[in-house]
């Protein structure tokens, strides 16, 4: 399967229902063969843009180029675009063959090629030998499957997928997250993924936008995004975080910033180093460090753990500091009993290079 092109640009994109702006002045570039995730809750945006892309939605203003043609008012169909639906959407009576089949009914192909066609868009989602199945004979795994033939078939530049493995049960969503990543490189297509999902969103995308209130709060790398939320709305959403309200003094050095949690005088590395007066901090439960009751020294919170919770890999530790702030820690399971009881005092270890400040001021 060879693919030409697949870059999408959305420039000052707005979509107004009546009052309601469900897509707010959006740009973003997606070069051509990257998975790109639309990350964010029910109502931010992303399915509405991803129907801006797919030409299913005309927007308000802004444009929606394709390989660098603006089609924000080309019909769904003359767009070298396909979608995958999280219903599937698959037509019962026809089989599996016939279902991936269906869109090489309208195109210029012969019967035979047709064949080959549809063989090779089953091969690539493993689904060889299943040809004659109807949809009731298969999982849903296998249906999510046919589905993606169903879109491949017909090479398009850009697959676009709306939440696809929202219903499935959660092993089988894992599995597919990785098989579905592995498909999308070796078919080269520029996949743009819509999910609610955190950690879908971070174990398959090349980049990620995060959504609020239909506007792009921050998009980048899913490592940055995760270890360098921008704002509290993306430390918060995109996967557990703490956060903290803090005073800020702003930076002596240009290396930290030295806030005061409480009565606590903190050093923070990351994020808005000269931010002054009024702050949030943020650190991950896995960057918090716990120690032993009475330990002292840089960034250390003498804490009451309050809550020891074993999910299996990992064991969650809910902490209670001196001015009412809770905190978690994760903690890898090391093979060993961890020392500290519930109710027992323990010192919480704030990194100064885990510790980010977050400016709450307005811009």
């Not at 309601?20 to 740009?27: F, G, M, P, S, T």
């Not at 070796?186 to 990620?208: N, P, W």
């Not at 250390?300 to 890999?313: C, D, F, N, Q, S």
């Amino acid at each position: 399967m060879t693919v030409e092109g697949g870059e999408v640009e959305l420039v000052n994109l707005v979509k107004r229902f009546d009052e309601v702006i469900a897509v707010d002045e959006i740009n973003v570039r997606i070069p051509a063969g990257e998975f790109y995730s639309l990350l964010g809750p029910s109502g931010c945006g992303k399915t509405t843009t991803l129907r801006l892309i797919a030409g299913f939605e005309e927007p308000t203003s802004g444009e929606v180029k394709l390989d660098g043609l603006d089609m924000a008012h080309t019909a769904a169909h003359k767009r070298n675009v396909n979608t995958v639906f999280q219903s599937y959407a698959l037509f019962p009576h026809l089989s599996v063959a016939d279902n991936v089949g269906f869109g090489l009914r309208f195109k210029d192909v012969s019967k035979q090629d047709a064949k080959t066609m549809v063989g090779n868009a089953l091969d690539l989602v493993q689904l060889d030998g299943y040809e004659k199945r109807k949809p009731s004979q298969l999982s849903g795994g296998q249906q999510q499957r046919v589905a993606l033939a169903r879109a491949l078939v017909l090479n398009p530049a850009v697959l676009l997928l709306d939440e696809p493995l929202g219903a499935l049960d959660a092993k089988l969503r894992k599995a597919l997250q990785i098989e579905l990543k592995a498909l999308q490189e070796k078919v080269g297509i520029t996949f743009i993924y819509v999910t609610h999902d955190q950690e879908e969103a971070l174990t398959m995308s090349d980049r990620l936008a995060v959504m609020s209130n239909g506007r792009v709060e921050q998009e980048g790398a899913p490592r940055e995004v995760y270890e360098e939320p921008a704002t509290a709305y993306v430390a918060d959403f995109l996967g557990v975080s703490n956060l903290m309200q803090a005073t800020a003094h702003g930076s002596g050095d240009g290396r930290c910033n030295r806030i005061r949690l409480g009565d606590i005088e903190l050093s923070a590395e990351k994020g808005d180093i000269g931010a002054k007066g009024n702050v949030k901090v943020t650190i991950r439960p896995e960057r918090v460090l716990i120690e032993s009751g009475g330990s002292t020294g840089l960034n250390r919170i003498p804490a009451t753990l309050e809550r020891k919770v074993y999910l299996g890999a990992s064991t969650q530790l809910i902490l209670a500091l001196p001015g009412g702030e809770r905190l978690q820690a994760l903690l890898q399971n090391q093979g060993k009993q961890l020392p500290w009881h519930q109710g027992g005092a323990v010192t919480v270890n704030l990194p100064p290079e885990a510790l980010r400040v977050l400016d709450t001021q307005p811009q």
